[in-house]
């Protein structure tokens, strides 16, 4: 006979649908496999009235979070009502009462990761948030598990589906920025207001949490240097691909001399880079390790079954443990303790597209310019001339070899004010 395991979900999203319907769907099959039988009891649910898509009987749902954070028979609770606020409260409550607890949500995870790993270890029970990075790609639990044994040198993800949907249609069909929204919007894989996705501030959640599991170090999401992808241009786009590149919004970080560098940003990416070819809604993960060396993790980023796959599959492991009586890490999942330091985006190189007046002399000013502040030149190109507002300009395009973004932008603040130039409308790293 199977051991019955009680799981309380909190929230019955597009998330939490697909929690219940793979679990709905599988149940036989993980029963038979684990000798578990794994049953959601009860799920808050505050808005009955709404129809979720999926025949779920009316009486596992309530309306008071009580009834599943405080109900001694529920073992596991899932959250999955988004947001930090109250998220964070109800999961440290389940902790505190013993409970494990599984999330998808970045947000309070990135925001409060230490104080809910801190309140499991405490009440020696499990934190688990597998879809909370990459939806449906395992990569958290391959970290945690397989991949233990590395020390890994880097990440570099395509971590948000939405800016990765905009970014294909740009550079494939030759949409516009606005054009390539309002699609992704009409499709279903941008919200209505798509603020968190396009300004990187989703891909940077799930940054903290990779650099937290991967480096040991605490870097929260408002200490990482983020730039979303409203700047992104056609004349970008077209630039790339003449030399070799495709635009990506990227989350990196890497480990250099005991410092830990990382950022979220518009990237120009080798066509020869594994991440180049990830099109679409999809995602995926490019990590490093001293043993395994290269591995790329790709797959759905997002969605009620992929995520809700993710999701299960932490009941699933949880479940296990508790069934053996051992629910409890020796040493939680999020770290920060390495003594690593994180120390912004270091040196890179950038791609600059500015507009200037058609006239002699401008070049010659902006590369004086950038030799004083020591940035040498790679590439530059001038693009055809055009009219704006009565005035013929042209874009000007560089390529600079690696220096600090803060002597970057000191120079082209420099070149702002010498009044040579109309503006500066694009700066992206250039992965090498």
């Known amino acids: 006979m199977s051991n019955k395991i009680k799981v309380g979900m909190l929230g019955i999203g597009n998330v939490g649908r697909g929690t219940y319907q793979a679990l709905e769907m599988n149940h036989d099959k993980i029963a038979e496999t684990t000798g578990l039988d794994i049953e959601i009891v009860k799920i808050l649910n505050r808005r009955p009235q709404i129809d979720r898509g999926i025949d779920i009987p009316k009486d596992k749902y309530t309306a008071d979070v009580d009834e599943i954070l405080c109900d001694p028979e529920i073992d596991i609770v899932v959250e999955l009502i988004g947001g930090i606020e109250p998220a964070t409260e109800y999961m440290a409550r389940a902790l505190s009462n013993g409970k494990s607890v599984i999330t998808a949500n970045k947000a309070a995870i990135a925001a409060n990761g230490k104080k809910l790993a801190a309140l499991a270890q405490e009440n020696h029970v499990l934190l688990r948030f597998e879809a909370a990075v990459a939806g449906g790609i395992p990569i958290l639990t391959s970290l945690t598990t ?194 690593l330091e994180f120390a912004g985006e270091g040196a890179n190189k950038y791609y600059i597209r500015m507009m200037v007046p058609e006239r002699t002399g401008i070049l010659g000013k902006i590369s004086t310019i950038f030799g004083e502040h020591g940035i040498s030149v790679e590439t530059v190109r001038q693009n055809s001339p055009y009219e704006c507002s009565g005035e013929t300009v042209a874009d000007l395009i560089f390529i600079v070899f690696k220096v600090e973004k803060s002597e970057l932008l000191s120079a082209l603040e420099e070149v702002r004010e010498a009044g040579v130039i109309k503006s500066i409308d694009s700066i992206m790293r250039v992965e090498e």
């Open 146 to 339: 397989a991949l233990l044994s590395n020390r890994f040198t880097g990440v570099h993800g395509i971590l948000n589906g939405t800016t990765n949907y905009i970014l294909t249609q740009m550079s494939e069909y030759g949409k516009s920025y606005e054009e390539a929204l309002k699609d992704a919007q009409i499709k279903g894989f941008a919200e209505a207001d798509p603020t968190a996705d396009v300004e990187g501030f989703d891909a940077a959640n799930k940054l903290s949490i990779l650099i937290s599991l991967i480096f040991g170090v605490d870097a929260s999401p408002e200490v990482i240097p983020t730039h979303g992808i409203t700047s992104v241009g056609i004349n970008d786009i077209e630039f790339a691909s003449d030399y070799g590149f495709r635009i990506k919004l990227l989350a990196s970080a890497r480990e250099k001399d005991g410092k830990v560098y990382g950022n979220v940003e518009p990237v120009l990416l080798p066509l020869s880079h594994p991440l180049a070819s990830v099109s679409n809604e999809f995602n995926a993960v490019f990590v490093s390790g001293n043993a395994v060396d290269d591995l790329m993790f790709y797959g759905r980023g997002a969605g009620p079954l992929p995520t809700g796959s993710a999701v299960l599959g932490d009941i699933i492991g949880v479940a296990r443990k508790i069934e053996k009586d051992s629910a409890y890490d020796i040493v939680p999942q999020l770290r920060y303790d390495s003594g």
